[in-house]
């Protein structure tokens, strides 16, 4: 099985095709729309406990995932 080449230039729609700095730009993209839903969210939704509850679960998903593909994106650059 031959590993293919993780895009880092160019449109690549597939997220798992794309290198790590090319996943961590387009978390840090994704960033607004994250606000976006949170805030429809306090909006629509009279629940107090399940906005915590889903405003938690997406900001540690955003911080675990942007540091995630930094760290990979640093360690792949420092040895190639």
Request: proline share 1%; net charge positive; glycine share 2%.
């Amino acid at each position: 099985m031959s590993k293919k080449n993780k895009v880092d230039k160019g449109f690549e729609l597939i997220y798992w095709n794309l290198s790590y700095r090319r996943k961590f730009i387009r978390t840090v993209w994704m960033i607004p729309f994250g606000v976006l839903i949170l805030l429809i969210d306090w909006l629509l939704i009279d629940k107090f406990i399940l906005n915590i509850i889903l405003t938690l679960f997406i900001v540690i998903s955003l911080i675990s995932q942007l540091s995630y593909t930094y760290l990979k994106w640093k360690k792949n650059e420092q040895y190639s």
